[in-house]
């Protein structure tokens, strides 16, 4: 059996996918780290029958039988991810409900103009501090820092924390040494949130929770905070690169655009199709003897549902070439009781951050050819590694706002062969806007 994990699994993830499908078809037997045994679902039904059918799927990780019978390691890469906790993304049925509501209906009240005030102020921000140098490397310096800082003001934190709390969820998503230090930093200041809000609650996510009808308890409520914002930095950060790196290198994607056939929230769609933010999730446990994808799946198996694999299965795009204009119908935010309630969240401040950026350094170039880029995998996610750019430099006051912005939306011109994309601003609505709900997983 092949192995999610080292060399050949992390140079190339997608290519590993393929072979895995020619080999065993819709669900594959693969290794995770110790060399454990799981099911990779690469069709995009078997993935939804997976999410869709809790009743023999479960999220409950105290399922698998590898915990059961003591063979994951204390310090194995696999605990952060599956270890079970007092979360809504790791239960079911009335539990999963109770938990669910209580994270929906807080992030719901949240004003939508607010979110895109807050997504306004931190990019121009951003763009304030690179501007005057007419270069950037737009993952370092732009992705991996918006949605932190977005989510601190929905948490409810003072603006000084942002930058902190950024460098502590990067590292502590990569793995690094200091992971553990990272992670205690973001509890730490999460319990000083709550000490903080039971005493003088505000119109934030922290009050919302604590006040919530169903009764979280404060460990619930924490891991609740915690969760959201890991995951909505995640994999927003990874939406908003992989948007940027379309936008600056696919010809395609700018061609539609200048003639109109795309806004950028379809384009937005293509990305999710193309490059999901997690390439897989894990995962389901079987909560008994089934068969998924002509495979007998025992017990206490653990799944994994293939995002990407099952967005690229040649059954539903025998063309991965044709454009998929507003379709919503990719695994990316998973579906069935379990989908990430935070999707809009994140299209909010991907797009809006992409269009203000857009605006405000029209002539944004890529500094090195495409084949120059290159992605950092492990086992769950594909992680552009950089995107340098140069532009002409930007002072202070021509990088202030626009009079009259409204909400249009950037499309995206070329003048010719070879030239860099400049901005155009029509007059369209943002009907993206018309719904919010929240998460994702841990």
Not at 23 to 52: C, F, K, Q
Not at 317 to 345: M, V
Request: charged share 25%; hydrophobic share 40%; glycine share 8%.
């Amino acid at each position: 059996m092949r192995r999610l994990y080292g060399p050949e699994a992390e140079a190339d993830p997608v290519g590993l996918y393929e072979k895995l499908r020619a080999e065993y078809g819709e669900v594959a037997p693969v290794l995770l780290h110790g060399d454990l045994p799981a099911w990779l679902i690469l069709g995009h039904s078997a993935n939804l029958t997976a999410m869709r059918t809790p009743s023999r799927f479960s999220r409950d990780s105290r399922r698998w039988k590898a915990f059961q019978e003591g063979q994951v390691a204390p310090d194995s890469p696999l605990m952060p991810v599956i270890a079970w906790q007092p979360l809504c993304v790791f239960a079911d049925g009335e539990e999963h409900r109770r938990l669910r509501q209580a994270v929906t209906d807080s992030l719901n009240r949240f004003d939508r103009r607010g979110i895109r005030r807050h997504v306004t102020r931190f990019t121009d921000q951003l763009v304030r501090e690179f501007g005057p140098s007419g270069q950037a490397e737009l993952v370092s310096q732009f992705a991996e820092h918006l949605p932190m800082l977005v989510m601190t003001q929905l948490v409810g934190m003072p603006e000084e924390y942002g930058p902190r709390l950024v460098e502590a969820a990067r590292d502590l998503m990569k793995g690094t040494e200091t992971a553990i230090a990272s992670n205690d930093y973001v509890v730490a200041t999460l319990r000083r949130m709550m000490d903080r809000k039971r005493v003088a609650p505000g119109l934030d996510l922290v009050s919302w929770l604590m006040q919530h009808s169903a009764g979280l308890t404060d460990d619930e409520v924490l891991e609740h905070l915690r969760v959201v914002l890991l995951a909505a930095n995640e994999t927003t950060v990874n939406l908003i690169a992989d948007t940027l790196k379309m936008v600056l290198t696919d010809q395609r994607f700018r061609a539609h655009l200048s003639g109109g056939q795309m806004t950028l929230s379809e384009a937005l769609d293509q990305v999710l199709w193309d490059s999901p933010p997690m390439s897989l999730v894990a995962g389901r446990w079987a909560t008994g003897d089934t068969e998924l994808g002509g495979r007998r799946i025992k017990e206490g198996d653990m799944l994994l549902l293939g995002l990407a694999a099952g967005n690229a299965d040649p059954v539903v795009r025998p063309d991965l070439s044709t454009p998929l204009h507003g379709n919503r119908s990719h695994l990316s935010f998973g579906s069935g009781p379990h989908e990430c309630p935070g999707q809009d969240i994140g299209r909010a401040i991907a797009e809006t951050g992409i269009d203000i950026l857009l605006t405000r350094l029209p002539d944004l170039q890529l500094s090195v050819e495409e084949p120059e880029l290159t992605y950092t995998s492990a086992w769950i996610s594909r992680h552009l590694a950089g995107l340098p750019v140069y532009f002409e430099p930007r002072t202070p006051e021509e990088e202030e706002p626009p009079a009259a912005r409204a909400d249009a939306l950037p499309h995206l011109a070329s003048d010719g062969p070879g030239a860099g994309p400049r901005a155009v601003i029509p007059e369209q609505r943002r009907g993206w806007w018309r719904t919010l709900t929240a998460m994702f997983r841990r």
